[in-house]
């Protein structure tokens, strides 16, 4: 499996960025699907999932109601729109796939992308 992160980018507070994670090798309908965030100097934090079926979604309290995660079967992609960004989002997103989900959290993913960098600039 593997998973290719893209759309980061450059953009002042309170502007919106959609990124994408393109899913090979297995369909996104097989793993339970999230989001993390490393910001410089900083451990790697979590910030959104999906379940496997679509059904649920969970967020980190810090992006409640800014962030969404939703994802496209037929193009096995899973996406994270950001909107009303801070520059406290500043990070490299990492989506990753499988391990064990729960409210606020996606445990032990067992597959990870490259990343993508996001700047917010204020």
């Known amino acids: 499996v593997q998973l290719q992160a893209s759309g980061g980018g450059l953009v002042q507070a309170g502007g919106s960025l959609r990124l994408s994670c393109a899913v090979s090798g297995r369909t996104i309908n097989s793993y339970h699907m999230g989001w993390f965030r490393q910001a410089p100097g900083k451990e790697r934090e979590f910030v959104a999932a999906i379940t496997w079926g679509g059904l649920s979604t969970t967020y980190a309290d810090s992006v409640k109601g800014r962030f969404a995660i939703s994802k496209d079967i037929a193009k096995n992609t899973v996406y994270l729109q950001m909107n009303s960004l801070k520059p406290e989002d500043t990070a490299v997103y990492y989506c990753?796939?499988?391990?064990?989900?729960?409210?606020?959290?996606?445990?032990?993913?067992?597959?990870w992308g490259q990343g993508t960098q996001v700047t917010v600039s204020s």
């Open positions: 990753a796939a499988g391990g064990s989900y729960s409210y606020g959290d996606l445990k032990s993913p067992n597959y």
